[in-house]
């Protein structure tokens, strides 16, 4: 998420189509590449893993504060719904178990239901050319 859809402005550029219609959430996971656990560099690995929910809240917090510097679009305010909110998987990862989550992976509540889930990371890789704001784009074109 952090290159092409953050500092590339597709997630910018999906709120600012959308903001009228639909909200927007981003659940911030464990760390899937973290620093020092599988030797990617600074590029892919960022942050340590998490030990504390502090850990996490402020991982959280920094990848909306770098954000700031290119499109603005995230926002900690879980009421502020004209960006999108920030908020973190508890440490147990309940959101990660109890929606099959991976990092990059997109869900679309419609209705009370999930009605849209989005590739897994394993296949988005193998088309690295379609972002995951792709698929959701099509489905909120679709529909709104």
């Known amino acids: 998420m952090y290159h092409a859809c953050l500092i590339g402005g597709a997630l910018s550029t999906l709120l600012e189509t959308y903001r009228t219609q639909a909200e927007f959430l981003v659940v911030y996971l464990e760390e899937a590449h973290a620093k020092g656990e599988f030797g990617m560099g600074s590029k892919m690995s960022r942050n340590s893993r998490h030990t504390s929910i502090h850990d996490r809240i402020n991982a959280a917090k920094d990848l909306v504060a770098l954000d700031k510097a290119y499109h603005g679009c995230l926002s900690e305010d879980v009421s502020d719904t004209s960006r999108v909110r920030v908020v973190v998987d ?30 897994d990371i394993m296949d988005q890789m193998e088309h ?17």
């Open 90 to 119: 508890t440490m147990d990862n309940s959101f990660t178990s109890r929606f099959d989550a991976f990092p990059d992976r997109v869900f679309i509540i419609h209705d009370d239901k999930v009605a849209f889930v989005g590739s």
């Open 128 to 144: 690295p050319e379609q972002l995951m704001t792709d698929e959701v784009r099509e489905w909120l074109k679709e529909r709104m």
